[in-house]
């Protein structure tokens, strides 16, 4: 199957096995999306500046160019019968270029509405979502005027660019805000409210392009330094919010006539109240347990909604955890995985990425087991393992 002209018949048509989905951006996602669509007997053509990426380790066809390259956007788009992508920092231009030629999914307006904090939380206020308070922080004034408005303590975020803590200064009191911009070279900004939260939880949320939608979660998370270290999921704690959290992705992804699947992220505050803290136009790296523990990966599911196939059961075959490995693993030298993966319950996933750097997510484990709580004591005890030269079995610091 080819590429072809762009009439409302074709952008409707269901995108059978055989086709070639278009996939902008190449790290895990797109390497575990590539991994999906082939079981579905369809190919992967990846496009992004990077060479020998994850994903072009594993896609048949791979395009090498920036993002800003208009005629290779074209001739990319041109190859394929669907785009979609892998992470939310795709320049507008690329998704309104590829647009010309073939559906962009989820479309390039959603992507501008959710890769900039300020127009997502604006969106969030416009259709009556609770989220953190917020105030737009783009000159001093702006500051001056947000500090008494939100309080202290807050978080400083960048309006764009923001990931894994990245963007981000708290300031403690109103006098420490300007020094926390400046930490962000006072670029546009968010100032959030800080906010008393007893855990966080999201939701994945897949929309076909016949408006079916599938829901997994919540998955309970766990962070460290910013950063997913631990979900689990089912979460039975989270029980009494279920079905309010599923009710808010709905709506947001309906609102949003997302084709796709999306990530919305929460606090659960203290009071038991439900506030939206991110949406991620993507799979996420909560979803990725979906892999091993639920009938239809959040991958899968993502290749499903966006060739307008049938959704899949988002139902777990058990409980199950995920925790993430990052570069601190290797930094005693290889891990041993000889002793993690001696426990059969444990599932490994490794991405594919040449250099393990502190922070860096290099791949996650997996485990089902009879709890969540049981599954995530094994996965934590795995991961140990994989460490257990370093001194006193512990990762080294910076």
């Given at each position: 199957?080819?590429?072809?002209?762009?009439?409302?018949?074709?952008?409707?048509?269901?995108?059978?096995?055989?086709?070639?989905?278009?996939?902008l951006g190449s790290g895990q996602l797109g390497r575990m999306f590539a991994t999906a669509a082939a079981r579905l007997g369809?190919?992967?053509?990846?496009?992004?500046p990077d060479s020998q990426s994850p994903t072009g380790q594993v896609?048949?066809?791979?395009?090498?160019?920036?993002?800003?390259?208009?005629?290779?956007?074209?001739?990319?788009?041109?190859?394929?019968?669907?785009?979609?992508?892998?992470?939310?920092?795709?320049?507008?231009?690329?998704?309104?270029?590829?647009?010309?030629?073939?559906?962009?999914?989820?479309?390039?307006?959603?992507?501008?509405?959710?890769?900039?904090?300020?127009?997502?939380?604006?969106?969030?206020?416009?259709?009556?979502?609770?989220?953190?308070?917020?105030?737009?922080?783009?000159?001093?004034?702006?500051?001056?005027?947000?500090?008494?408005?939100?309080?202290?303590?807050?978080?400083?975020?960048?309006?764009?660019?923001?990931?894994?803590?990245?963007?981000?200064?708290?300031?403690?009191?109103?006098?420490?805000?300007?020094?926390?911009?400046?930490?962000?070279?006072?670029?546009?900004?968010?100032?959030?409210?800080?906010?008393?939260?007893?855990?966080?939880?999201?939701?994945?949320?897949?929309?076909?392009?016949?408006?079916?939608?599938?829901?997994?979660?919540?998955?309970?998370?766990?962070?460290?330094?910013?950063?997913?270290?631990?979900?689990?999921?089912?979460?039975?704690?989270?029980?009494?919010?279920?079905?309010?959290?599923?009710?808010?992705?709905?709506?947001?992804?309906?609102?949003?006539?997302?084709?796709?699947?999306?990530?919305?992220?929460?606090?659960?505050?203290?009071?038991?109240?439900?506030?939206?803290?991110?949406?991620?136009?993507?799979?996420?790296?909560?979803?990725?347990?979906?892999?091993?523990?639920?009938?239809?990966?959040?991958?899968?599911?993502?290749?499903?909604?966006?060739?307008?196939?049938?959704?899949?059961?988002?139902?777990?075959?058990?409980?199950?955890?995920?925790?993430?490995?990052?570069?601190?693993?290797?930094?005693?030298?290889?891990?041993?995985?000889?002793?993690?993966?001696?426990?059969?319950?444990?599932?490994?996933?490794?991405?594919?990425?040449?250099?393990?750097?502190?922070?860096?997510?290099?791949?996650?484990?997996?485990?089902?087991?009879?709890?969540?709580?049981?599954?995530?004591?094994?996965?934590?005890?795995?991961?140990?393992?994989?460490?257990?030269?370093?001194?006193?079995?512990?990762?080294?610091?910076?």
């Open positions: 199957m080819t590429a072809n002209a762009m009439t409302t018949n074709n952008r409707d048509r269901a995108i059978l096995p055989g086709a070639t989905l278009g996939v369809y190919r992967v053509h990846v496009f992004s896609a048949p066809q791979e395009t090498v160019a920036d993002y800003g390259d208009s005629d290779a956007i074209a001739k990319f788009a041109k190859a394929v019968d669907v785009v979609t992508f892998e992470f939310e920092n795709v320049p507008a231009l690329a998704t309104e270029v590829a647009s010309r030629y073939t559906p962009v999914r989820p479309s390039g307006q959603v992507l501008f509405t959710t890769q900039d904090r300020l127009r997502e939380k604006r969106f969030l206020q416009s259709i009556g979502i609770p989220c953190t308070p917020f105030a737009s922080v783009t000159t001093a004034e702006e500051l001056q005027a947000a500090v008494p408005q939100i309080g202290a303590p807050a978080v400083l975020k960048t309006a764009a660019w923001g990931y894994d803590g990245k963007g981000q200064a708290k300031f403690n009191s109103p006098e420490e805000a300007a020094g926390a911009w400046k930490q962000l070279d006072e670029q546009p900004a968010v100032c959030e409210g800080w906010v008393d939260y007893q855990c966080e939880l999201s939701v994945l949320v897949a929309r076909s392009t016949t408006g079916e939608i599938a829901i997994y979660g919540p998955i309970a998370n766990h962070h460290e330094n910013h950063i997913l270290d631990v979900s689990i999921f089912p979460a039975p704690e989270l029980d009494p919010v279920a079905a309010e959290a599923g009710e808010i992705g709905r709506t947001i992804v309906e609102s949003l006539e997302v084709v796709g699947i999306v990530c919305v992220e929460f606090f659960l505050t203290t009071e038991g109240r439900l506030l939206v803290n991110e949406i991620a136009p993507r799979p996420h790296n909560s979803g990725h347990l979906t892999i091993d523990a639920c009938a239809t990966s959040q991958f899968e599911q993502q290749v499903r909604a966006i060739c307008g196939l049938p959704l899949g059961s988002t139902e777990p075959f058990s409980p199950s955890a995920m925790v993430n490995l990052l570069g601190e693993v290797w930094q005693s030298g290889e891990p041993d995985w000889q002793a993690a993966m001696s426990d059969p319950s444990v599932r490994l996933h490794l991405y594919g990425k040449a250099e393990a750097r502190l922070g860096r997510k290099m791949g996650h484990l997996t485990v089902l087991a009879e709890s969540g709580v049981e599954a995530a004591r094994l996965a934590r005890s795995a991961r140990e393992s994989l460490v257990s030269k370093a001194e006193s079995g512990k990762w080294k610091a910076d």
